[in-house]
């Protein structure tokens, strides 16, 4: 007899997701140790400081659990769609005027980045992550400034160019590149990008 | 086409879309951006694509663990949700409550209400079965030891078989594989290694990876260490393979 929590750990996130559609908070439990560790360092890197993370974390694997039956494999994996759920109630979180004095500093702060740490070094062999590093590595730092300060810090284009003082019209021409060189780093090498 | 793009409408979208996608833009501008992709709909395609370039960015932060206390906060929280799905239970109580809520003058309402709810209990027992079938097909599975050098060494692998077409690579012992590589699945068809996936055991050296593509006539599966992000084709000997 195979036991529960064995299969559980046999589902894809598509089989997890449907369950927890279904109420199911094992199958909900199961979704949020393969995903909480990515969507709590996208949380810290966008609110900087651990008890806002962790609210921010919570809150959306909160969504998860009454959305998910709203989930829609066609839109890209559930990775993603967890991301996006910390993402997108992060930036709304960036954009009230007290975190945003806070995090803008915070971005200041961490903007040389790549610190070395412990945990970072235990968890630096993630393959996509490295994938993604190694291309964010690649671009000119004024192009990665530029979308961090956009994609993290939740500041508008016309935002980052006061914030940068150059002009509208760069900091555009700067998002567009660093796209593009991302995009061409997976075509490049023959890979898919990750959904 | 070469006239569209020349659209001034067509231009501004082409000037926002790199912020749009990076969440970047001012309310007004976001939906600017919408309305025009509303009314065309074929550039929904090129938005979403870019869009998934600029969801990478969600997977290059360092990486910290979350603390124990936030999962038992959200179990907690999950488990009094207020819109948990009734059990497929006993109906007479809640027949009992419509009753009290609607009392004799309300037969009607309540007969409505009742014809409801059986709807819903049979929607349920419907997804019931559904998760049964799901459960009945991981009880129906086969599994395929998996030998090698890496077995050798401690790594207890397996390949289980779900149904005809797929199935998950599950690994116990597994250590992380050296810096700068991976563990990379590959399904072996006539002499022919196509990519199934790569993965990477959790902290307990437990590992459990759906193989991408399908098994059905497949000759065998096996592990190889490849750089990071992946190889087309294997770069190294297998450390384990399953015949199937």
């Given amino acids: ?195 | 086409m070469s006239g569209e793009r020349h659209e001034p409408w067509r231009e501004r979208f082409d000037d926002l879309k790199d912020a749009y996608v990076l969440d970047a833009l001012t309310e007004d501008e976001r939906q600017e951006v919408e309305d025009y992709l509303t009314t065309h709909p074929e550039l929904q395609a090129e938005v979403n694509e870019l869009k998934s370039v600029a969801n990478l960015l969600a997977l290059s932060p360092q990486e910290y663990e979350p603390s124990p206390e936030l999962r038992r906060e959200l179990m907690n929280r999950i488990s009094s949700s207020p819109n948990a799905t009734p059990a497929a239970a006993d109906p007479f109580p809640q027949q009992a409550r419509l009753w009290r809520i609607f009392g004799p003058g309300g037969i009607v309402a309540a007969a409505v209400l009742a014809l409801v709810t059986i709807g819903m209990f049979a929607w349920n027992a419907s997804l019931q079965e559904e998760n049964q079938n799901l459960q009945g097909e991981l009880l129906r599975q086969q599994t395929y030891a998996m030998e090698g050098p890496g077995a050798a060494q401690g790594v207890q692998a397996e390949v289980v078989r779900l149904g005809d077409e797929r199935a998950v690579l599950e690994a116990q012992d597994c250590p992380s594989p050296p810096e700068s590589e991976t563990y990379q699945a590959w399904i072996l068809r006539e002499d022919v290694a196509e990519p199934a996936g790569l993965f990477e055991p959790n902290d307990a050296g437990v590992a459990a990876a759906p193989l991408e593509g399908s098994i059905e006539g497949a000759d065998a599966v096996a592990v190889t260490l490849e750089p990071s992000g992946g190889s087309s084709i294997p770069t190294s000997d297998p450390m384990l393979t399953a015949d199937l």
Avoid: C
Wanted: net charge neutral.
């Fill in chain 1, 1 to 195: 007899m195979v036991d529960r929590r064995r299969q559980y750990l046999l589902l894809t996130d598509e089989d997890l997701i449907a369950l927890v559609g279904d109420e199911d908070a094992e199958a909900f439990a199961g979704l949020y140790d393969r995903h909480s560790r990515v969507a709590y360092s996208l949380a810290y890197r966008m609110m900087g400081e651990r008890q806002a993370a962790e609210d921010l974390v919570q809150e959306a694997f909160l969504k998860v659990w009454r959305a998910a039956s709203s989930y829609r494999m066609e839109r890209g994996s559930v990775r993603t769609w967890v991301l996006s759920i910390v993402h997108n109630r992060g930036i709304d979180q960036l954009r009230s005027s007290a975190s945003r004095r806070r995090s803008q500093e915070k971005v200041e702060a961490v903007a040389p980045a790549s610190q070395p740490s412990e945990t970072f070094a235990e968890t630096s062999r993630n393959s996509q992550s490295d994938q993604v590093r190694e291309v964010l590595r690649g671009l000119p730092p004024e192009q990665l400034k530029v979308l961090e300060l956009a994609y993290f810090s939740g500041h508008t284009h016309t935002e980052i160019a006061e914030l940068l003082d150059v002009p509208l019209g760069t900091i555009k021409g700067r998002m567009r590149l660093g796209l593009k060189k991302m995009r061409e780093y997976f075509d490049s090498r023959g890979m898919t990008m990750p959904g």
